[in-house]
């Protein structure tokens, strides 16, 4: 294949992983009336998106896919703060799993940084965005969606990564 088809099909395929975290994140939504945003299950397609097209590609489905759900979720104040936190949650994992994406192991260690990163980002950016005691009383509900999109995770890339990886590349 020349190099234009490659580059266009890995653009294809990260555009299609960001609608795939788009519809996960946007369509099953559980609204948090602390901070006037809600939980969803977005968090295990991103992991499993940077397993399938890599650090660099999944991250950036990471980001478009997440910023793209609160733009349609009429939260304009979360669209960017959202697209670089996902990018970068996205990025950590796939330093970590880079040399062995398959490893279940590394697969953990991966989510599990990428979703910490997530919980403090969040954090740090609602201090700032609608005040201390909202952010506070909103970190149960983000560890429970970031929890809850690490184990749907390793769930599914037990059953899927070794089939979807060669099939992808």
Known sequence: MNNTSNKTRELV????????IF???????????ATGGYS???????FLGVILLGRKNGSIAAGIGGAL???????????????????????????????????KKLQMIGSISGGL???IAYTMV?????????AIISIPNIFLQTGFGITIF????????????????
């Open 13 to 20: 395929k990260t555009a299609l992983m960001a609608a795939i």
């Open 23 to 33: 519809v996960a994140t946007y369509a099953i939504r559980i609204p948090n009336p």
């Open 40 to 46: 969803h299950l977005g968090d295990c397609m991103i």
């Open 69 to 103: 759900s609160d733009f349609l979720a009429g939260a304009p104040l979360w669209i960017l703060p959202t697209l670089i936190i996902k990018f970068i949650m996205g990025y950590i994992m796939g330093s970590i799993i880079h040399l062995n994406p398959t490893s």
């Open 117 to 119: 990163f997530q919980i």
């Open 126 to 134: 609602k201090i700032v965005l609608i005040g201390f005691e909202p």
């Open 154 to 169: 390793m769930l599914m890339s037990v059953a899927l990564t070794k089939t979807l990886v060669k099939k992808i590349n």
